[in-house]
């Protein structure tokens, strides 16, 4: 990395993940803000832009999830940077889709099997806890109880794949990220 934050860090390619709503995001822009390369989430995206073209709620039409991982794809290749922290992968799209109830598509299953079959992630995922309560967006209309049982399903979607979840629990933003940031010090993540 070509920041002095990163200096003693462990290197890689580090998930970020979570449930809506469990502060995931503001500990990615603090990441960013502390120098470190971030790859943005798609799903948020994706969702916002068939918003802005009158599809009010786009997760309903399974052609969503090819949607979310084409362009995942797209930012995990050009990501550059020695710790990179990646805001979701194709494993919360295959959550995604099995709490909105899509069969995972040919694509997706494609993009899983490809990322892990090449190690591009590190083993260990950050796994942002929720916070306890919800705040409702356009994209983000889930409920605090329907996020529980989508941070169950995240959960066992990572496990199933060999990962290992490192929790990152409820707290401040600084707090959340200076435990992170312990964590890629240590000598063993």
Same mark, same amino acid.
């Given at each position: 990395m070509d920041n002095e934050n990163g200096a003693g860090l462990r290197k890689g390619r580090f998930i970020l993940t979570g449930a809506p709503g469990a502060g995931k995001t503001a500990v990615v822009r603090q990441l960013e803000i502390d120098g470190f390369a971030v790859v943005e989430e798609a799903a948020t995206d994706v969702i916002a832009l068939e918003q802005?073209?009158?599809?009010? /709620? #786009?997760?309903t039409d399974p052609g969503f999830i090819d949607r979310i991982v084409a362009l995942q794809r797209q930012r995990r290749l050009a990501a550059s940077g020695d710790v990179q922290f990646h805001d979701r992968s194709a494993l919360c799209t295959e959550a995604l889709a099995t709490f909105l109830g899509h069969p995972p598509s040919d694509l997706l299953l494609e993009e899983i099997a490809a990322l892990k079959r090449s !190690?591009?992630?590190d083993r260990r995922v950050f796994f942002v806890r929720l916070m306890g309560f919800i705040e409702a967006t +356009?994209?983000?209309r889930i409920g605090l109880e329907? +996020? %529980?049982?989508f941070e169950e399903v995240h959960e066992r979607t990572y496990r199933a794949h060999g990962f290992e979840l490192? #929790? *990152?629990e #409820? !707290?401040? *933003? *600084?707090?959340r990220v200076a435990a992170i %940031? %312990?964590? =890629? /010090?240590? #000598?063993? =993540?």
């Amino acid at each position: 990395m070509d920041n002095e934050n990163g200096a003693g860090l462990r290197k890689g390619r580090f998930i970020l993940t979570g449930a809506p709503g469990a502060g995931k995001t503001a500990v990615v822009r603090q990441l960013e803000i502390d120098g470190f390369a971030v790859v943005e989430e798609a799903a948020t995206d994706v969702i916002a832009l068939e918003q802005a073209k009158s599809v009010g /709620e #786009p997760w309903t039409d399974p052609g969503f999830i090819d949607r979310i991982v084409a362009l995942q794809r797209q930012r995990r290749l050009a990501a550059s940077g020695d710790v990179q922290f990646h805001d979701r992968s194709a494993l919360c799209t295959e959550a995604l889709a099995t709490f909105l109830g899509h069969p995972p598509s040919d694509l997706l299953l494609e993009e899983i099997a490809a990322l892990k079959r090449s !190690g591009f992630y590190d083993r260990r995922v950050f796994f942002v806890r929720l916070m306890g309560f919800i705040e409702a967006t +356009a994209a983000r209309r889930i409920g605090l109880e329907d +996020a %529980r049982r989508f941070e169950e399903v995240h959960e066992r979607t990572y496990r199933a794949h060999g990962f290992e979840l490192v #929790p *990152v629990e #409820p !707290g401040s *933003v *600084v707090d959340r990220v200076a435990a992170i %940031r %312990r964590r =890629l /010090e240590a #000598p063993s =993540l």
